[in-house]
């Protein structure tokens, strides 16, 4: 290789990456693989649908925007995908908590303030403790929540004594991938397969019960892959910040496994 080529060689030159959810947030993922090389194979294995209960998501988001809360916690950016969709106005005497960096992120992207965010542990548990150690006295909250997510926050914040209206705010649902889609992992033309919440985990673990060896499984965070080690999956990379840019950046440090072969018929 020359300088020139060492130079302008990409830290994912030559790798097929599965990002496992399309709209904007694969859209975004497979443009920032592509900034470093590597060929995205968006494959959505879950989406998202409303709620069984809409009519209490209705009531809880009507108080929210009267004003009857002091806190509001996201744990995902699907719930703000929610809020946006309902054009609901957070008022300011309401303060907003993230989980983490995504999360964040999202909630700025459309305009909402985040009072708080997790330093460390950017969990549900994290998320509860930080509130818990800067509210002293009972607060009025709303939690809105995936339909499958477990109620630590809600049970933490309760048992501290603040007041908690736990909601949920959409269901996530599988998607079925393609056979060709199937048949690449099973193969190995897939190298690496991103890996961003315990439901995608999930759906890796049954549509593609044979995962070469050679194949990465990358997480997004601790959580996730403990999440992800659960259902059954071998775990190979684990980012240490629950970022998709973190996510992406452990994956450049490893060699592109069986690079030779990636052209064999």
Not at 71 to 94: E, F, G, K, M, N
């Amino acid at each position: 290789m020359t300088a020139s080529e060492t130079k302008t060689a990409k830290p994912l030159d030559g790798w097929r990456v599965l990002v496992p959810r399309g709209g904007p947030w694969g859209d975004s993922v497979a443009a920032s693989l592509r900034a470093m090389g590597a060929v995205p194979v968006v494959a959505p294995l879950i989406n998202f649908a409303p709620t069984t209960d809409q009519d209490a998501l209705d009531a809880a988001l009507a108080r929210l925007q009267a004003g009857e809360y002091d806190w509001l916690t996201i744990t995902s950016a699907t719930t703000v995908d929610v809020l946006y969709a309902h054009r609901i106005v957070i008022p300011a005497t309401t303060k907003v908590a993230a989980v983490g960096e995504t999360t964040a992120a999202a909630l700025q992207a459309v305009g909402y303030d985040v009072a708080l965010m997790p330093e460390l542990d950017n969990s549900a548990a994290g998320m509860a403790e930080k509130i818990i150690s800067i509210e002293p006295d009972a607060q009025r909250i709303l939690s809105l929540r995936s339909e499958i997510a477990k109620p630590v926050l809600s049970v933490m914040l309760t048992e501290a004594g603040h007041d908690v209206d736990s909601v949920v705010a959409y269901r996530t649902v599988g998607v079925p991938v393609t056979e060709r889609i199937r048949r690449d992992v099973e193969n190995g033309r897939i190298n690496a397969i991103l890996i961003t919440s315990g439901s995608v985990a999930k759906q890796v673990r049954e549509q593609f019960p044979e995962i070469p060896d050679t194949t990465m499984l990358a997480a997004i965070g601790p959580r996730t892959a403990k999440d992800a080690e659960k259902a059954g999956l071998p775990v190979t990379a684990i980012a240490d910040k629950q970022t998709v840019d973190a996510l992406i950046d452990t994956v450049s440090r490893f060699t592109l496994p069986h690079a030779a072969d990636e052209f064999a018929p």
